[in-house]
Nanobody
Framework: QLQLMESGGASVQAGGSLTLSCKAS???????MGWFRQTPSKEREGIAM???????QYDDSVKGRVSIYKDYTKNTLYLRIDSLTPEDTAMYYC?????????????????????WGQGTQVTVSS
C-alpha cells in the first residue's frame, strides 16, 4: 500500500494556474496513478491518469488545460491546471493503483485505485 498526501490547493482567481502535489510513501514508478475531483453536486470524477512509466491520459473536459506528471526522484505526482475557471472548484484527490498499466479512458471502476489521499481544496473565484 501507498500513503498519499495531497497539497497545493488554494483559493485563486479565474484565469490563473495552480499545481497540486501528491507525495507518496513509496515508489511510484510501478503504479498507475490518477487525479480526481468532487463537489457537493457531483460524484467523484477522474480527470487524469498516468502509468507507472509516465504515459498520461486526460478527460476530454480538461484536455489542453491540465498536465499530469511524476517526479520519480521525489515519489511525487503533480497536476498542473491552467486557465482556471469557477467550474474547477472542487476537492481534488490523488490515487494509486496496484498495477503499472492504467486502464483505457474512460475509467468507470474507481476501485481500480486501491490507495487514496485525503484531498486538497481548490477554490476559483471570478
Amino acid at each position: 500500500q501507498l500513503q498519499l498526501m495531497e497539497s497545493g490547493g488554494a483559493s485563486v482567481q479565474a484565469g490563473g494556474s495552480l499545481t497540486l502535489s501528491c507525495k507518496a510513501s513509496g515508489i511510484i514508478a510501478t503504479s498507475c496513478m490518477g487525479w480526481f475531483r468532487q463537489t457537493p453536486s457531483k460524484e467523484r470524477e477522474g480527470i487524469a491518469m498516468i502509468s507507472g512509466s509516465g504515459i498520461p491520459q486526460y478527460d476530454d473536459s480538461v484536455k489542453g488545460r491540465v498536465s499530469i506528471y511524476k517526479d520519480y526522484t521525489k515519489n511525487t505526482l503533480y497536476l498542473r491546471i491552467d486557465s482556471l475557471t469557477p467550474e474547477d472548484t472542487a476537492m481534488y484527490y490523488c490515487a494509486a493503483a496496484r498495477y503499472a498499466t492504467c486502464p483505457s479512458w474512460p475509467l468507470t471502476d474507481r476501485s481500480f485505485f486501491a490507495d487514496w489521499g485525503q484531498g486538497t481544496q481548490v477554490t476559483v473565484s471570478s
